[in-house]
């Protein structure tokens, strides 16, 4: 049983729709497969039947982009299970969703005053079968017009970096403010979901865990492509000592991707997999 809890479409982030998402996860072998796109839910229940059609257990997730406070950095909060199209969830990522899209806009203008032969709508134009534009859609164009060959290349280091002591912000950046962990993991417990911290070893999120855990937190993802051994040996150490169900997945975006994952490449295990089923009925039990 393959069991892939962690992918992405174009209605955010991912380069492929959500019927590419689901033929390819088929073609792996995927028997469960969580669509997690960010701050939204669009389209989960297209890709729930989608996957019915191709024998395939669609799982309707969520990935909140959020913010560590505490500690000044980002977090990435994993919804499994949730209901689509909450009324908790759209409250919380609808102001998000609009504010990436203006910081996005204003990214581009910077870019145009900066000489680059860019538009809003050529950028926009790559992002409309989803929520919004993110910053992969504009390197896209930037790669279609021969400024660099990658994603995230040393430009897309060069011009959004948030900037710090050390190092100035990068030329395009325009700063987002993301929503508060705590937040999340409350929405997602709303929305009748298993809360779940994905890939901490990304951000270093490991610190903040007894803090979420006081929150709701339910579960920590351990198998992610950029995690290696240690960050996976950190994460289960946690999950044992706050009693979080673990969890795995590819983290697939496509061409939008800096890693070469693909669904069913990262998973979780089948007694994770029943750890998180329990833990969906006994949050839902709680409401």
Request: hydrophobic share 40%; proline share 4%.
């Amino acid at each position: 049983m393959t069991i892939d809890l962690h992918c992405h479409t174009n209605t955010s982030d991912n380069s492929f729709s959500i019927g590419d998402v689901v033929h390819i996860a088929g073609r792996n072998g995927v028997d469960h497969l969580a669509i997690t796109d960010h701050d939204t839910t669009i389209g989960l229940d297209r890709a729930v039947n989608l996957g019915k059609s191709a024998g395939i257990d669609i799982i309707p997730g969520i990935e909140i982009s959020a913010y560590d406070f505490r500690r000044d950095r980002r977090a990435h909060i994993l919804g499994l299970y949730v209901k689509p199209g909450h009324p908790a969830l759209e409250r919380l990522c609808g102001p998000l969703r609009e504010a990436r899209q203006n910081a996005s806009y204003q990214m581009v203008e910077k870019l145009v005053r900066a000489g680059y032969e860019i538009s809003w709508k050529e950028v926009s134009k790559l992002a409309e079968a989803g929520t919004g534009v993110f910053k992969q859609h504009i390197m896209h164009v930037l790669i279609q017009k021969g400024y660099t060959s990658a994603i995230y290349s040393s430009l897309y280091k060069k011009l959004f970096y948030r900037g710090d002591d050390r190092s100035p912000a990068g030329a395009a950046f325009v700063p987002v403010r993301y929503l508060d962990a705590g937040d999340a993991i409350h929405a997602i417990r709303e929305a009748g979901g298993v809360p779940v911290l994905a890939h901490p070893g990304q951000f270093d999120n490991f610190s903040a865990v007894a803090d979420w855990v006081r929150e709701g937190l339910e579960g920590i993802e351990v198998c992610h492509p950029l995690h290696g051994k240690q960050a996976e040996q950190r994460a289960q150490e946690l999950a044992a000592k706050y009693h979080l169900v673990q969890t795995g997945g590819s983290d697939f975006h496509g061409f939008y991707s800096d890693t070469d994952s693909v669904p069913g490449l990262k998973c979780a295990e089948p007694d994770w997999f029943a750890a998180l089923q329990i833990r969906r009925d006994l949050v839902r039990a709680q409401q």
